[in-house]
Nanobody
Framework: QVQLVESGGGLVQPGGSLRLSCEVS????????MGWYRQVPGNQRELVAV???????VYGDSVKGRFAISRDNAKIAVHLQMNRLKPEDTAVYSC???????????????WGQGTQVTVSS
């Protein structure tokens, strides 16, 4: 069974840094896109950052210049380095993956369970 396993998150002061990681558990052929979205209760889910298999990245406007997403070439995983965090970055961050289980077959979407990031003094 394919799952996205998240790690990182927690409480940090404004201006601080955190690193989130998301690793694919289970056997797959490869990924099309992986990344992170976030959501605050009562609000819509918001794009944070995604990266595709070619290394092309897309960032949400509110995190550009502060966050950086990267791939782990040793395993199917992505990392999100979050710098200069602000209170408005507080949210549940969920890993997203468009994954291809078998070569030549369509990809499917997967979501992690979500991890809380709280930016507060």
């Amino acid at each position: 069974q394919v799952q996205l396993v998240e790690s990182g998150g927690g409480l940090v002061q404004p201006g601080g840094s955190l690193r989130l990681s998301c690793e694919v558990s289970g056997r797959i052929f490869g990924f099309v896109t992986m990344g992170w979205y976030r959501q605050v209760p009562g609000n819509q889910r918001e794009l944070v950052a995604v990266i595709n298999s070619s290394g092309v990245t897309v960032y949400g406007d509110s995190v550009k210049g502060r966050f950086a997403i990267s791939r782990d070439n040793a395993k199917i995983a992505v990392h999100l380095q979050m710098n200069r965090l602000k209170p408005e970055d507080t949210a549940v961050y969920s890993c997203y993956g468009s994954l291809r289980k078998y070569a030549g077959r369509p990809s499917a979407e997967y979501w992690g369970q979500g991890t809380q990031v709280t930016v507060s003094s």
